[in-house]
């Protein structure tokens, strides 16, 4: 039995990692920054490592102790086999498997049970599992994928906000506010938008969130924009009575009243985080 074992969920807006020991008991965890290996290889390998040093500088280790143990890694944005061996080349553990990060919040919401899971934080997942077989839709990057996520919301706001600018649609208090934050300078969104990755634009996501409990009719009118994407997307996977619905990320939920009746009855709540998978799936390699 390996004396460590790593679980760790790595995401666009952040990364959280755990050590526990060959049973699943967390013994230490740390919380890093963005792990998204498609928009930027290096710094998510350097923020991961991080992540992991300062675990286990609390159990009094140095890397080359923890890396005697095993692990899963669950990262934004891998693609391929080749993004996963690229990863785990960098960690050099007796034993690492690295997948996207749909694998282990599948894993942690569901934990082995039939149902779809519906993620929205800076991105999306869409997946879902039924007598053995597992299936997704999307995944495939902010840059032509995520509807939903908090990304989308994000960028979907400026554009509106220029809508307004240019009058051809009024503005409302949440685009009045987006645009007084640039300087009522259309100028200023543009210039955002010319280096803005995908973090960037979700940080814009409580702002539709609030303003659509709020009442504010582009808030509104964003988030029925984002579950319609999502119905359809269940639709797709022949979501249907008795299957179960998980919303999870810091967006997914604020979907709920948003959805059809049938589709809200079908909503439990997740047995676990992304993270809660991770380690799962690790004790298993150990």
Sequence with gaps: MAPFVIGCDGGGTG???????????????????????????????????????????????????????????????????????????????????????????????LAGADGVLLALGTGTIVAGQRGGQAWRIGGWGFQLSDDASGAWLGRLLLQRVLLAHDGIEAFSPLTEACFAGFGRDPRGLVAFAATARSVDYAGFAPDVVAAAQAGDAVGVALMQQGAAYLTRALSVMGFAAPDVLCLSGGVGPHYAPFLPEAVQAAIVAPKGQAIDGALRLAVRLG
Excluded: K, Y
């Excluded at 286990?56 to 890397?63: N, R």
């Excluded at 690229?86 to 919401?109: K, L, M, N, W």
């Design 15 to 109: 990364c959280r990692l755990v050590i526990a020991d060959g049973q699943g008991r967390v013994l230490a965890q740390a919380i890093g920054g963005p792990a998204n290996v498609t928009s930027d290889f290096d710094q998510a390998v350097a923020n991961l490592r991080d992540a992991l040093a300062r675990a286990a500088a609390q159990l009094g280790l140095g890397l080359p102790e923890v890396l005697r143990g095993v692990a899963h890694f669950g990262l934004a944005d891998v693609q391929s086999p080749q993004d996963a061996a690229r990863v785990a080349a960098e960690f050099p553990f007796v034993q690492i498997c690295v997948t996207e990060d749909r694998t282990i919040a599948v894993e942690g919401a």
